[in-house]
């Protein structure tokens, strides 16, 4: 299985800040590596595909980076609804893995 | 938009098989473009690929749960289904079915809302 190793766990900041969040990969994954919010109760919700590709209707101050192993999500200008949990996963092999998870609070 | 929605028993008994169904409405599962997927996730804890279906009947599984696990599809009722046997209480967990989007780079773009199962005598 292709390892994802996310981090931070969690992550401290106030609303109009900039946060990036880290994801890398025990192999290459080329862009196959998303990103998604979930907030508490709710499934998880597809921000960024293919590394960088902002999904339909998802705010522009979320953007992707990243290629092979190490990839990155900024948020920037946070707003109050982005507090949530932030997931990474490949879809390069299966089975299909996530990131453990970085939880982002309110300071 | 197509919508995804679970259902089935919240509470399985040890040793018995969890059966889930997922809904496909206001689109079609017959498609070239996408698989179809379960992930669950333990309460507090991360995501976990089940696996996935095609409208052919093509599965993929993961190989932590593939002596247990069973992903089929009823093109005609417009719905897939999980069957996991021999559960335990490792299995508790909200389950979630989801698109994946093959023809682009494999995400999950669309989630039903999650069902809770608890494992439990």
């Known amino acids: 299985d292709i390892q994802m190793n996310q981090s931070p766990s969690s992550l401290s900041a106030s609303v109009g800040d900039t946060v990036t969040i880290t994801c890398r990969a025990s192999l290459s994954l080329s862009s196959h590596l998303h990103w998604y919010q979930q907030k508490p109760g709710k499934a998880p919700k597809l921000l960024i595909y293919a590394a960088s590709s902002l999904e339909s209707g998802v705010p522009s101050r979320f953007s992707g980076s990243g290629y092979a192993t190490d990839f990155t999500l900024t948020i920037r200008s946070l707003q109050p609804e982005d507090f949530a949990t932030y997931f990474c996963q490949q879809s390069y092999s299966y089975p299909r893995t996530f990131g453990q998870g970085t939880k982002l609070e309110i300071k | 938009q197509v919508q995804l929605q679970e259902s089935g028993p919240g509470l399985v008994k040890p040793s018995q098989t969890l059966s889930l169904t997922c809904t496909v409405s206001s689109g079609s599962l017959i498609t070239d473009t996408y698989y179809w997927s379960w992930v669950r996730q333990p309460a507090g804890k991360g995501l976990e690929w089940i696996g996935r279906i095609y409208t052919s009947g093509s599965t993929n599984y993961n190989p932590s749960l593939k002596s247990r696990v069973t992903i089929s599809v009823d093109t005609s009722k417009n719905q897939f289904f999980l069957n996991l046997k021999s559960v335990s209480a490792a299995d508790t967990a909200v389950y979630y079915c989801?698109?994946?989007?093959?023809?682009?780079?494999?995400?999950?773009?669309?989630w039903g809302q999650g069902t809770t199962v608890t494992v439990s005598s």
């Open positions: 989801a698109r994946e989007a093959f023809q682009r780079f494999g995400e999950l773009d669309v």
